[in-house]
């Protein structure tokens, strides 16, 4: 059985930090490249950040480039995002994706709530 | 940078309908690595399409897709109840993996 838990978000304030976490199982998340999604309240999907599935690459929304960073362990099954001098536009929910752009499924994460408020 | 605009903003129609949506980009997309993702509220994302024309595992044939360059469309030959949702297509060749700002498909 597939699973993908997201932790991690709450409410912060601005110009503070977090670091959701997606642990994984039931399907071999050391073979996938994996992004985290995001959507804010009223708004559509925006991509967030990409890391190979082997750690060689990391990409980034223009939006986060230098205040967020992804990363993993593949050892523990688990993809993070450390959210840096956080901003009120950061407030979305934040889905992790384990996605193939191929014959391999999808797998997803069901979404964890970042706040950014004074 | 590519840009993905889609159209229309909103479709309503009912079910046993067609739905046709539209996404153009800015620049030639290469290899033609374009996505396309149906998202209904409180749920996460699922993959429909991938390459312009694939189905993605498990996705019904009810779903296909087509286009190249710069026009892509999804067409959703009869739409089922569960289907009503906000639809995006979105890069997939390299970073950024730009989404379009989405179509929502209602109920007339």
């Known amino acids: 059985q597939v699973q993908m838990v997201e932790s991690g978000g709450g409410v912060v304030q601005p110009g503070g930090s977090l670091r959701l976490s997606c642990a994984a199982s039931g399907f071999t998340f050391s073979s996938y490249g994996m992004h985290w999604v995001r959507q804010a309240p009223g708004k559509g999907l925006e991509w967030v950040a990409f890391?190979?599935?082997?750690?060689?690459?990391?990409g980034y929304a223009d939006s986060v480039k230098g205040r967020f960073t992804i990363s993993r362990d593949n050892s523990k099954n688990t993809l993070y995002l450390q959210m840096n001098s956080l901003r009120p536009e950061d407030t979305a929910i934040y889905y992790c994706?384990?996605?193939?752009?191929?014959?391999?499924?999808?797998?997803w994460g069901q979404g964890t709530l970042v706040s950014v408020s004074s | 940078e590519i840009v993905l605009t889609q159209s229309p903003g909103t479709l309503s129609l009912s079910p046993g309908e067609r739905a046709t949506l539209s996404c153009r980009a800015s620049?030639?997309?290469?290899?033609?690595?374009l996505a396309w993702y149906q998202h209904k509220p409180g749920q996460a994302p699922r993959l429909l399409i991938y390459?312009?024309?694939s189905r993605a595992t498990g996705i019904p044939d009810r779903f296909s897709a087509s286009g190249s360059g710069t026009d892509f469309t999804l067409t959703i030959s009869r739409l089922e109840p569960e289907d009503f949702a906000v639809y995006y297509c979105q890069l997939h060749d390299w970073s950024p993996f730009t989404f379009g700002p989405g179509t929502k498909v209602d109920i007339k």
């Open positions: 620049q030639s997309v290469s290899g033609n690595y």
């Open positions: 994706g384990g996605i193939w752009f191929g014959p391999n499924p999808d797998y």
């Open positions: 890391i190979r599935f082997d750690e060689s690459f990391k």
């Open positions: 390459g312009a024309s």
